[in-house]
């Protein structure tokens, strides 16, 4: 009897429970820039982001990892942007994206600039 490989392999588990995220910083921000609440991830940011096209520099995800609570891929996609202010232009939501960058590089940082 042959051992057939079909193509499947088992992959870790890759859920994510909302109910058990460390969701402290987001809720900050969330206070500072209540207009955050408003993004639902549409990719307009990530669409003009100059820093976007020579590094992984993406605010959709900053906005849904800082939901998750993953707070070192927070860290560094917001190391990567270049505040240009492109992406808070053209944000249908209208949200402050380069405020809540200022805010998560300042809490990052720990000091202000």
Do not use: W
């Amino acid at each position: 009897m042959s051992d057939k490989k079909f193509g499947f392999s088992i992959h870790s588990d890759r859920q994510h429970n909302l109910d058990l995220a460390d969701k402290r910083l987001y809720r900050k921000i969330a206070l500072m820039e209540p207009s955050l609440q408003r993004c639902i991830f549409c990719g307009g940011c990530a669409s003009t982001c100059t820093a976007s096209a020579f590094t992984q520099m993406s605010f959709r995800l900053i906005s849904l990892h800082l939901r998750r609570g993953n707070l070192k891929e927070v860290k560094s996609y917001a190391s990567k942007c270049m505040l240009c202010g492109k992406c808070t232009m053209v944000c249908p939501r209208d949200i402050n994206i380069r405020h809540v960058i200022v805010l998560l590089k300042k809490e990052f940082s720990g000091n202000e600039f």
